[in-house]
């Protein structure tokens, strides 16, 4: 080390002596790195187990060899291994500091001595390299070894001994020693050693046999291996646990290994031996069974039955399998033909994604509604299997086949007739003489929506046509019976756009089902469907009645005494008393308020309450008009394919057509166009006469469509709002009515009618969806009004809002009429706010006086 003031080796020593240490590092990682790489290697497959898995003689030449790589590997890291200088760690400090100081401050005064002047100058030289100085740092070593380890192989090394601390064993390294002892052990005599290992699916340890007592128990399956060393024919095996009586090898064999799969005892004969008695505890096979009071169908049909499997070790697998019940099917109408076969209908089972499966309860949750089984009386049975392969059943449960049910007469005759035509071709002819039946002269209102009646038609037409052609294959019966499922859902859901029918239709629903004794979870669906019902109808009537005080402005006066104003909130109370007395079982109340509330709404006049909506209702008029006219062009469309099929066919029925579904495609079709001076360009004369004459060509169609297109385009560009989910979804609906509209264009134009008639369908789906989201939207913006505001002062029942923005009760209700939980679950905060007060009132310390209140606002709720 240089010769250095003293000060500045004071200030040096700590960051001189990491350097130093860090330049050992580098040296001994780089002259040594191979040799704590096999080291690492080494160390870890032995706490890994390799010694179980290689013989004795292989492992003692693995571990020799290794040794002697090991030691040629040390003597060449040795051989060029220095050790570091003080020196070499103050250079390389020095190294990484401007001008290089501390080599500056051991440098002597060559030229000048004795000249005061030079000296002066050197003194000035040596404060400034100690002021240099004082800025030295310790050297980062520089450790990286790819240069010399291009294959990263260390980093292999390093990775096998991180697994073995972490899955490995480091007492494992001891049996090395053992090994020594037992190669000294050859030399004295015979000795043998034995491990049993359970099946990997128990997740139970593996076994040393000679630390076993003299009786233990095993699970079946269980490998046992035995190893003898020293003289041959000196150790000898005898057993009853492996049931073995081919491929049997001699007794006396060094290593054997077989399976345990009964209890029976196992010896080991000659100098140290030792027997056991071995209890095979047997692989039971799982168990599985439905748990059918626990099970229940929605009202969409959707199947939900709870099973629950049990197994020692867990299950793995399962599915459930159902098949008809012939001897239990009433023969009779449809069914009375003999069945196409089938195959039975598998299904998998849910498992636990996380937790144990020794025993657990799942749901299997599916819809089998468009099954050709649908409410036909079928077998369950349910199959679980474990690890071992084995399999438990559950005994078969006899049920009918969960499904959607249908109250609609029509759609529940359709359903009906598709199940007859699933069950057997033969049945063609009979379903279409009765579907000629029930579509000849129907009344007007029997089926909702009109269109539906002409799907039914070219239903008609359709397997009419494959059964005299001779092409009523398979693959087509199931087109025309998917056709059918279609058009049943058309009908039991109804048109959208008649909100009245629909309600109606949900009162039928939900008395039908109240009568037929359903259950609770049917009849909280069926009640849910009349309040959405019932919104939808309640919007077409706001939008009546502010058309009917347009009309009015003129009349002076108007009889209030006989008009009937309720708002939404005393409905709300109808539907809600329903309910409570549905769900207290007292149906025959239910039914006679439900009647009620059907006779009200029929007769409700109803005033729209809050100002701004004027935008959002002339948009959805418009919406409904586009809608009228789409579903004109659809039946015009339907009637040109009809016409292409059996030609004059429409001639003669064009009277009867046009009073059910004519008009929608004619009359209200160009009305629509020109009421708003938004059309293809011709006049209403024009119009007017091809909707009236023959078919038109698929050109005009087009054209038609097309415009309406663009009609539609302006609409959904002019929609109020913009920033709610509703909006949002306003648009998305009305852009894929949009594209539909586009792909019944071409097809229309590629004189494709099937496909524009089905493209046309979706569209019009479309916009109802969007009607929907429209109106919901309405809604949400005049509940944003605070204080009813904008509505006008004139009104009768009118008060003004109090300090904090509320509203106060209309009629005999006392509290403001705004929804104060803001979309919360009422019912599940109204049974947190019952459970709170019953909390309250058995409370001792709290003040009599308030408890008597809880009390009473427990004995009144």
């Not at 100058?121 to 800025?135: F, I, N, P, S, V």
């Not at 064999?253 to 505890?281: C, H």
């Not at 058009?487 to 959208?496: K, M, P, S």
């Not at 948009?619 to 009809?642: H, I, K, N, V």
Request: aromatic share 6%; glycine share 10%.
């Amino acid at each position: 080390m240089p010769d250095l003031p003293e000060t500045v080796t004071r200030r040096l020593r700590l960051p001189l002596a990491l350097t130093w240490v860090g330049v050992l590092a580098e040296r001994l990682a780089r002259r040594f790195w191979p040799f704590w790489s096999l080291c690492a290697v080494i160390m870890g497959a032995l706490m890994l187990g390799v010694q179980d898995v290689f013989s004795l003689e292989l492992l003692w030449t693995l571990l020799v060899g290794s040794a002697l790589a090991g030691l040629g590997l040390a003597i060449w890291g040795a051989w060029g291994f220095r050790w570091p200088r003080k020196s070499e760690a103050l250079a390389r400090m020095d190294a990484i500091l401007p001008q290089r100081p501390l080599a500056a401050l051991a440098d002597q005064q060559a030229v000048g001595r004795g000249d005061a002047a030079s000296e002066r100058l050197w003194a000035r030289h040596q404060e400034t390299m100690r002021t240099a100085a004082e800025a030295a740092r310790a050297v980062q070593p520089d450790l990286k070894l790819s240069r010399r380890d291009p294959f990263g192989m260390r980093y292999v090394a390093l990775l096998i001994f991180v697994v073995a601390m972490l899955f490995g064993s480091a007492w494992r390294l001891g049996e090395v020693r053992d090994l020594r002892g037992s190669g000294a052990a050859l030399a004295q005599g015979p000795i043998w050693e034995g491990w049993i290992e359970p099946p990997t699916y128990t997740g139970l340890p593996s076994l040393y046999l000679a630390d076993q007592a003299e009786a233990f128990e095993v699970p079946e399956g269980s490998r046992i291996t035995l190893r003898f060393y020293g003289e041959l024919g000196a150790l000898s095996l005898a057993e009853t646990v492996s049931g073995r009586t081919e491929a049997l090898g001699a007794a006396t064999d060094a290593e054997q290994s077989f399976e345990m799969t009964q209890s029976g005892e196992l010896r080991i004969a000659g100098p140290g031996g030792k027997g056991w008695t071995v209890a095979v505890r047997p692989d039971l096979a799982p168990q599985i069974a439905l748990v059918p009071e626990d099970g229940r169908t929605s009202f969409d049909g959707q199947m939900r039955q709870v099973f629950k499997a049990v197994d020692d070790y867990g299950v793995t697998g399962g599915r459930a399998t159902i098949r008809l019940d012939m001897d239990s099917v009433e023969r009779r109408f449809g069914l009375r033909a003999e069945p196409e076969p089938r195959e039975p209908i598998t299904l998998t089972l849910p498992l636990p994604i996380a937790g144990d499966r020794a025993e657990f309860t799942e749901t299997l949750v599916e819809n089998l509604s468009t099954h050709a089984w649908a409410h036909l009386p079928v077998t369950l049975t349910l199959e679980a299997e474990d690890a071992a392969g084995q399999t438990g059943r559950s005994a078969a449960y006899h049920m009918p086949l969960p499904a959607r049910r249908f109250f609609d007469p029509v759609a529940a005759a359709v359903i009906e007739l598709r199940r007859d035509l699933l069950w057997a071709r033969d049945n063609g002819p009979r379903v279409a003489k009765v579907i000629r039946a029930i579509s000849h002269a129907p009344e007007d209102k029997l089926f909702r929506p009109a269109s539906a009646y002409l799907r039914l038609r070219f239903i008609l037409r359709r397997l009419e046509t494959a059964m005299e052609s001779g092409t009523f294959t398979a693959e087509r019966r199931d087109e025309i019976a998917e056709a059918m499922w279609e058009l049943a859902v058309l009908i039991e859901d109804g048109d959208i756009g008649d909100a009245l029918a629909r309600m109606q239709q949900a009162q039928e629903r939900l008395s039908e089902a109240m009568r037929n004794g359903a259950s609770a979870e049917e009849i909280a669906e069926l009640m849910q469907e009349l309040r959405d019902a019932t919104q939808d109808y309640l919007r077409q009537k706001m939008q009546q009645a502010q058309r009917e005080q347009e009309d009015e402005l003129d009349s002076p006066q108007r009889d209030e005494q006989n008009q009937m104003e309720l708002t939404q909130q005393d409905l709300q109370d109808m539907m809600d008393r329903i309910q409570e007395l549905m769900e207290q079982g007292r149906m025959a109340e239910a039914q006679q308020a439900l009647q009620e509330f059907q006779e009200l709404m029929e007769n409700l006049q109803m005033a729209e309450r809050g100002q701004g909506g004027s935008e959002g209702q002339e948009a959805m008029e418009g919406l409904a008009e586009t809608l009228r006219e789409q579903q004109g062009l659809s039946d015009q469309a339907f009637r040109d394919l009809q016409e292409q099929f059996n030609p004059g066919a429409n001639s003669g029925q064009s009277s009867q057509n046009e009073g059910r579904s004519g008009g929608e495609g004619r009359g209200q079709s160009h009305e629509g166009q020109n009421g708003r001076g938004e059309g293809s360009g011709q006049t209403p004369g024009e119009q007017q006469g091809q909707g009236e004459g023959q078919p038109g060509s698929e050109a005009d169609l087009a054209e038609r469509q097309e415009a309406l297109r663009r009609e539609l385009e302006r609409q959904r560009g002019n929609l109020p709002g913009g920033g709610s989910q509703a909006d949002e979804a306003t648009r998305e609906a009305l852009g894929r009515a949009g594209d539909a509209m586009e792909g019944a264009e071409d097809a229309l134009r590629n004189n494709d009618l099937a496909g524009a008639i089905d493209q046309q369908s979706q569209a019009m789906e479309a916009l109802r969806e969007g009607m929907r989201s429209l109106g919901e939207a309405m809604a949400e913006r005049q509940n944003q009004q605070p204080g009813g505001q904008g509505e006008s002062e004139g009104a009768a029942g009118q008060q003004r809002a109090d300090p904090l923005g509320r509203t106060p009760g209309v009629g005999r209700h006392t509290g403001t009429q705004d929804n104060l939980l803001q979309g919360e679950d009422v019912y599940r905060r109204a049974r947190e706010l019952l459970d709170e007060i019953r909390r309250r009132s058995g409370e001792g310390d709290r003040p009599e006086i308030e408890r008597n209140y809880l009390e009473r606002l427990l004995d009144r709720f």
